[in-house]
């Protein structure tokens, strides 16, 4: 068995099309899961604890009689890091060190101008109240993505911060828990699904309602969230993991087979495509994948996502390539050359760039210090990555002096009678007269 990779060529007459056909995921969910998401979210909100306690023996098979055993205390966090090796708190302590004080440089301050007639205007910004980060359990473990998700919402100033994670026949990680001690999460429920994004929404009798919800999670929580939106705000709805590499013939095949396979690995809808100017660079990354691949724990999956939605892509020049990866709007894109960082300017819509031939896109998954939470599916034209402003709301405000109010209330007043709004007119008239 080898690995199927697509073969495109950008000068070729059908690579639009091509191209197309490759980055296509159609993520709509089916009517049945929309209408048990539905089912299980009305459960939540009519029955509350006595629902999530149904839900829970039925999908991770816990029996508890209330809703309190599936919470987390501080205590158990603090055990939980402590029974880690001491490499691996330390390592937890540094990639969370990192994480904050990149985010401390997203912070927002409130700001005001002023007119010579001393009216002023500004903006007022405030942190959310509450926040509910999802975490996916079960598989796998996720401290990273905790780290991730609570750290923006602390160095915004989120007053409180509540956290809900799976635990299927009612095993959970230490490392999960303690990346929530050093992240600073108020509450952890061990619930997971639909019901969990149903609870946080809405409130039960425990657990307690936030103002939004973050987080990735499977099929299922992704529908609920996307239910739930106007009652709470949510991140993104996020797909499968994705990643393009820009190699040219400074780069080392092996580092970029095995730089693909890290996002290949995530699931078997994950999309790698490497794109290069140099046909001996395509053929020695080939080369090394089918060398390397046998050798990984999860070589199943990752040959998957290559057949399915893995492609090499064959340019004629660096301005072909920045067309390319700025249709692709990758969730990550690697820049595998030499004069990396020149490549910037042109470079419109990604979700993290990492420059140069040392910057593994597994560094910022779990330590460098920019948020792993990107968009994916090409949303990066429009969409940015999880920070400290997702965590942070404005107010606008208003403050015209007499003088002022006189000047602009004779300016709202044209414009409200050209609209038709004749009260709006009259507000504003009667500023006029003061």
Sequence with gaps: MSLNWQRLNADGADFARRLDHLLHLDLATGVEIEARVQEIIA????????AILEYTQRFDRLSVHTLAELAVTGAQQQAALASLPEAGRAALS????????????????????????GSWFGQQVRALDSVGIYVPGGKASYPSSVLMNAIPARVAGVERIVMCVP????????????????????????????????????????VPAVDKIVGPGNIYVATAKRQVFGQVGIDMIAG???????????????????????????????????????????????????????????????????????AMIQVSSREQAMAVINRVAPEHLELACENAEALLPH?????????????????GDYCAGPNHVLPTHGTARFSSPLGVYDFQKRSSLIAPSIAGGR????????????????????????????
């Design 94 to 117: 540094e990639a969370a060190a990192r994480i904050r004080r990149y985010h401390e440089q997203q912070l927002q301050p409130s700001w005001r101008i002023s007119d010579a007639d």
């Design 43 to 50: 459960a939540v909100r009519q029955r509350g604890d006595a």
């Design 347 to 363: 470079i419109r819509h990604a979700g993290a760039i990492f420059i140069g031939h040392t910057a593994a896109e597994a560094l």
């Design 240 to 310: 499968p993991s994705e990643i393009l590499v820009y190699a040219d013939h400074t780069a080392d095949a092996q580092w970029v087979a095995m730089d693909l396979f890290s996002q290949a690995e995530h699931d078997e809808q994950a999309q790698v495509i490497l794109v290069s100017e140099d046909a001996s660079m395509l053929a020695a990354v080939a080369a090394a994948a089918e060398r390397l691949w046998p050798q990984m724990a999860r070589r199943d999956i990752i040959a998957a996502a290559i057949a399915a939605r893995g």
């Design 167 to 206: 635990t299927p026949d009612g095993e959970i990680s230490p490392w999960v828990l303690a990346a929530a001690a050093i992240a600073g999460v108020d509450q952890i429920f061990r619930i997971g699904g639909a019901q969990a994004v149903a609870a946080l929404a809405y409130g039960t009798q425990t």
């Design 407 to 434: 000047k602009l209330g004779a300016c709202a007043e044209l414009l409200a009678r050209a609209e038709g709004l004749d009260a709006h007119a009259c507000s504003a008239a009667y500023r006029t007269q003061g």
